[in-house]
């Protein structure tokens, strides 16, 4: 028997719905894990947060304001470096992208995700990377990169890389805060939210801010078909994580990526950059 997950779904096979077995190494683990060595392991990779204050951040402002009474006078600071776009895609749109996603296969990831990859193959610690494989960006991705390029943050955005990834509450999918490479992906981090909403938690051990001892938590609600940027001091300076508890529904994003200025015109690696952007952009890719 299979059961789809709600919204729209693809077969989740196994006991209540579950898919078998998971992709978790290490200190990750999701649902499934947990449940098969009978422990339970933090989801966030976090320890207990007694000392972090937390914040909102409202894209009208752009300001991170405090949300709990523990924080109450800390009132609020700047937070730049977010760019929201709600209702980036319609419905339709959504729904046809999902479904093209759901044709080919979504492979297990760590921490309870399943992803798909659209991009040249990294080998991060020793700095190396190939063209070869790389086909490009899937050809349901054309409309949407044509679309960010209409907003201003976004105008010269030229991605080489997407990243489809899946997560459910039935498998405890989340991810642990982290900060995105910088030697091959450069300034800009987009992301497509797609089929429930959100939230994205940045944290940082300390702010500029006098007032704000310990940890410091921001929250991004991203809605549903929502179009977020993360860059500058977003992007560098402040991890980001999506919490167990925050995860209410099938949830898939699109992440794209651009290079970093060593792989632009100018570069050590020019070559490569515009062998890698003209695969990208060809728009003829299948997942790795």
Not at 22 to 33: F, P, T
């Amino acid at each position: 028997m299979s059961s789809l997950a709600p919204g729209i779904g693809v077969p989740m096979t196994g006991e209540g719905g579950v898919e078998p077995g998971c992709g978790c190494k290490g200190i990750r683990s999701c649902l499934i894990c947990e449940k098969q060595n009978e422990r339970k392991i933090n989801a966030n990779g976090q320890t207990p947060q007694q000392t972090r204050s937390r914040f909102v951040y409202e894209p009208a402002s752009g300001l991170a304001v405090a949300s709990g009474e523990l924080d109450a006078g800390r009132r609020s600071f700047p937070f730049p470096g977010v760019f929201l776009c709600e209702d980036f895609v319609s419905e339709e749109e959504e729904r046809e992208m999902v479904q093209q996603m759901d044709l080919d296969e979504w492979k297990q990831s760590q921490s309870g995700r399943r992803k798909q990859d659209y991009g040249p193959k990294v080998n991060f610690k020793k700095r190396r990377l190939k063209a070869a494989g790389f086909s490009g960006l899937p050809g349901f991705s054309r409309l949407v990169v044509r679309r960010m390029k209409e907003q201003p943050v976004l105008k010269d955005f030229q991605p080489v890389e997407q990243c489809n990834l899946d997560y459910h509450p039935r498998r405890g999918s989340s991810i642990d805060p982290h900060l995105d490479d910088s030697w091959l992906w450069g300034e800009r981090l987009v992301t497509l939210n797609l089929l429930s909403d959100t939230v994205l938690t940045m944290s940082r051990a300390s702010t500029a801010e006098p007032q704000c001892t310990g940890g410091v938590e921001v929250s991004i609600p991203l809605p549903r078909r929502s179009l977020l940027v993360l860059y500058g001091e977003a992007r560098f300076q402040w991890k980001h994580s999506i919490r167990r508890e925050d995860v209410a529904d099938r949830r898939v994003c699109s992440t794209f990526r651009e290079l970093s200025a060593e792989f632009l015109p100018g570069g050590e690696q020019e070559g490569l950059g515009s062998e890698l952007l003209g695969i990208a952009l060809g728009f003829r890719g299948v997942p790795l």
